[in-house]
T-cell receptor, first 116, second 110 residues
Framework: GAGVSQSPRYKVAKRGQDVALRCDPISGHVSLFWYQQALGQGPEFLTYFQNEAQLDKSGLPSDRFFAERPEGSVSTLKIQRTQQEDSAVYLC??????????????FGNGTRLTVT | DQQVKQNSPSLSVQEGRISILNCDYTNSMFDYFLWYKKYPAEGPTFLISISSIKDKNEDGRFTVFLNKSAKHLSLHIVPSQPGDSAVYFCAAFDGNQFYFGTGTSLTVIP
């Protein structure tokens, strides 16, 4: 596709529910990043994939957060037993990888998650 | 610990004047720096970047300056236009991850 696509754009979940957020990166981009952005803050790193391999998940705030990219393209960020502090915008970004070293991340429009 | 810092949360500039947005970083391993622009309800959009081997990169009304000794990055917009009103994030890349500042909200007054 032309850009990074994320769905849904908005998600309201009751505390304790599980949610799944989808990211469709730019075609051919090997690297995919997930970020969390709280109000008034910059994007905070959650996890990173190179193709289907999750190379870094050090930013995931708890074991309730899980990400996968089974075929090296579409990725899903899953949050189990959502809590109010999970309310944020979740941004996905893709990158061409080491072959495009000095090139920018391209972001989707994000999913705004509100936990009530 | 915040490795990329934008110390000014907001900036107001008159239309036609220069906007200068600043960014400081702490990690000397960063070798690629970027500026993103973000409108409400949209994801950040790439604006301009600079490699650590350069000290200036220009693209139309936008110029990024890099001072490696001071670990300081700035974005100049001249002339500023009302459509430039947005939140601007600086970012730095260490070969593995991108690190973002907290953003500066720019308002260009017509």
């Amino acid at each position: 596709g032309a850009g990074v696509s994320q769905s849904p754009r908005y998600k309201v979940a009751k505390r304790g529910q599980d949610v799944a957020l989808r990211c469709d990166p730019i075609s051919g981009h090997v690297s995919l990043f997930w970020y969390q952005q709280a109000l008034g803050q910059g994007p905070e790193f959650l996890t990173y994939f190179q193709n289907e391999a999750q190379l870094d998940k050090s930013g995931l705030p708890s074991d309730r957060f899980f990400a996968e990219r089974p075929e090296g393209s579409v990725s899903t960020l899953k949050i189990q037993r959502t809590q109010q502090e999970d309310s944020a915008v979740y941004l996905c970004a893709s990158h061409g990888g080491l072959s495009s070293y000095n090139s920018p991340l391209h972001f989707g429009n994000g999913t705004r998650l509100t936990v009530t | 610990d915040q490795q990329v810092k934008q110390n000014s949360p907001s900036l107001s500039v008159q239309e036609g004047r220069i906007s200068i947005l600043n960014c400081d970083y702490t990690n000397s391993m960063f070798d690629y720096f970027l500026w993103y622009k973000k409108y409400p309800a949209e994801g950040p959009t790439f604006l301009i970047s600079i490699s650590s081997i350069k000290d200036k990169n220009e693209d139309g009304r936008f110029t990024v300056f890099l001072n490696k000794s001071a670990k300081h990055l700035s974005l100049h917009i001249v002339p500023s236009q009302p459509g430039d009103s947005a939140v601007y994030f600086c970012a730095a890349f260490d070969g593995n991850q991108f690190y973002f500042g907290t953003g500066t909200s720019l308002t260009v007054i017509p």
